[in-house]
Antibody, heavy 117, light 109 residues
Framework: QVQLVQSGSELKKPGASVKVSCKASGYAFTTYAINWVRQAPGQGLEWMGWINTNTGVPRYAQDFTGRFVFSLDTSVSTAYLHITSLKAEDTAVYFC??????????WGQGSLVTVSS | ELVVTQSPGTLSLSPGERATLSCRTSQSVTGSYLTWYQQKPGQAPRLLIYDASRRATGVPDRFSGSGSGTDFTLTISRLEPEDFAVYYCQDHDRSRGLIFGPGTTVDIK
């Protein structure tokens, strides 16, 4: 069965970096893109962008350029989200999801990143 | 700039009642690429409806989607206890990518 399993919660200080992983199984990894979605505490869903798992080419939403980097390791069917220069407002749950570039049919369980001094 | 709105913000209903949720986009949706998700507290979103009206695998037939252009509706014909959740619509824009609406909370009256 299709599964996306994300790395665990992280507590980071402002200015630090964090890398969230998303390991896929149950399907051919390079046949679907991976979306990244942010959800701040008590807030709605915010699309961060996606990465084409066949070419490795990412696309970032307007508000997620510069400090946010998507990457892949196709040998282990894993996508990564790297956030640098963390700020308090980056505190959120980050989801990965398998996507056709429109709908996302399988989602990871979410990774909570807390930024606090 | 594409904007997606949802109404009402909160819908208070009883089990067995019909729920009608609205999603409006500021520009006509490309190819009916309108998607609906359900999210329960502490869980990831779940795909319900794609292409405006197609139910995802395993979604009960009490959920239906309709609409075209800029006006879309998610209908839950008879609310079950497990249907009380937040519902998001999502549009696809060629220049901005995916845009989520702010969500509608369906809670128990």
């Amino acid at each position: 069965q299709v599964q996306l399993v994300q790395s665990g919660s992280e507590l980071k200080k402002p200015g630090a970096s964090v890398k969230v992983s998303c390991k896929a199984s149950g399907y051919a990894f390079t046949t679907y893109a991976i979306n990244w979605v942010r959800q701040a505490p008590g807030q709605g869903l915010e699309w961060m962008g996606w990465i084409n798992t066949n070419t490795g080419v990412p696309r970032y939403a307007q508000d997620f350029t510069g400090r946010f980097v998507f990457s892949l390791d196709t040998s282990v069917s894993t996508a990564y989200l790297h956030i640098t220069s963390l700020k308090a407002e980056d505190t959120a749950v980050y989801f990965c999801a398998r996507t056709t570039m429109v709908e996302s049919d399988y989602w990871g369980q979410g990774s909570l990143v807390t930024v606090s001094s | 700039e594409l904007v997606v709105t949802q109404s009402p913000g909160t819908l208070s209903l009883s089990p067995g009642e019909r729920a009608t949720l609205s999603c409006r986009t500021s520009q006509s949706v490309t190819g009916s690429y309108l998607t609906w998700y359900q999210q329960k507290p502490g869980q990831a979103p779940r795909l319900l409806i794609y292409d405006a009206s197609r139910r995802a695998t395993g979604v009960p037939d009490r959920f239906s989607g309709s609409g075209s252009g800029t006006d879309f509706t998610l209908t839950i014909s008879r609310l079950e206890p497990e249907d009380f959740a937040v519902y998001y619509c999502q549009d696809h824009d060629r220049s901005r990518g995916l845009i989520f609406g702010p969500g509608t909370t369906v809670d128990i009256k």
